[in-house]
């Protein structure tokens, strides 16, 4: 058990690689809290992971919201007495060209994965320094970190941007023996990805098959989706890694499809 006696908190967890990442943090050995928007989801979760003998808890938890995001925090501290682990994983995509994007949509998908990962991070490294134990953030990036494609301007932005938010952390937290790394899956079959196949075929002018051959696995080694369990994979290893020589970094898994 790579992760036992350890706390996690993991956003965006009701569904998803957030979903994937809470269960094999449980099978690992954690007590996961499972932070989302849809707390009836977050409760299935919860209940799933229970009946496999797993310790969970539901937070409705919007990461936008500071007052939200400070109280999921003291609740899971006030049950379980500490917090070691985060993963800022909740994300929201939109898919429109730059020009006639609206700046509501624009600053939706910033405020959702930027101000929702400095809100989170902000109350887990008050928590984290005054228990002087360490600690390991885990943002969930993109491939998209790394490269832009057109249509998702506002999401290639924020993910470049969480990459700054990672290595600031690295920084400001070695004093705390506080870690930070950034997860960049390649394309994976969630209900985010879902919804864009369609979205993307109709803006682009061509099929849904060509979205997901040409521009989804076209460039992969094997033709392969990345799969949720590559990405919790990826992140028990970096939760569980024991010294700061992995920090500040950003793990690629795209099967191939970004190559750094
Ligand atoms: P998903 O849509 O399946 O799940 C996202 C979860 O986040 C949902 O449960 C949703 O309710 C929750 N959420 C949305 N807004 C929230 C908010 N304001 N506060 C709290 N929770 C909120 O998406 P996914 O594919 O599992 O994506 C998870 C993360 O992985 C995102 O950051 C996404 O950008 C990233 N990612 C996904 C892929 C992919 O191919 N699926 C690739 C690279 C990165």
Not at 124 to 149: P, T
Not at 184 to 199: A, K, S
């Amino acid at each position: 058990m790579q992760l036992f006696d350890k706390t996690a908190l993991i956003t965006g967890a009701a569904g998803g690689i957030g979903r994937a990442i809470a269960e094999r943090f449980a099978r690992e050995g954690a007590r996961v809290a499972v932070a989302d928007l849809d707390l009836a989801a977050a409760e299935t979760t919860v209940e799933k992971i229970r009946q496999s003998g797993g310790q969970a808890m539901a937070l409705a938890m919007d990461v936008t919201d500071e007052a939200a995001v400070d109280a999921g925090v003291a609740s899971l501290v006030a049950r379980w007495d500490g917090l070691d682990v985060v993963v800022a994983n909740a994300g929201i995509q939109h898919i429109e060209p730059l020009h006639s994007l609206a700046f509501a949509d624009w600053r939706k998908v910033i405020a959702v994965h930027l101000d929702g990962a400095f809100l989170v991070t902000a109350a887990a490294l008050r928590q984290m320094y005054r228990q002087e134990q360490g600690g390991c953030l885990l943002y969930m990036g993109s491939v998209h970190s790394k490269l832009a494609s057109p249509l998702k301007a506002p999401y290639v932005t924020a993910k470049h941007g969480l990459l700054g938010l990672c290595r600031s952390v690295a920084r400001e937290g070695a004093a705390h023996r506080v870690r930070a790394n950034l997860i960049c899956p390649g394309f994976v079959r969630t209900p985010l990805v879902d919804r864009q196949i369609p979205e993307q075929a109709e803006a682009l002018g061509i099929s849904e098959e060509a979205v997901i051959g040409d521009i989804m696995l076209k460039d992969t080694v094997d033709g392969e989706f990345t799969t949720l369990e590559d990405i919790a994979e990826v992140a028990v290893h970096l939760a569980a890694f024991p010294s700061a020589a992995l920090t500040g970094q950003s793990v690629v898994a795209s099967h191939g499809w970004h190559m750094q």
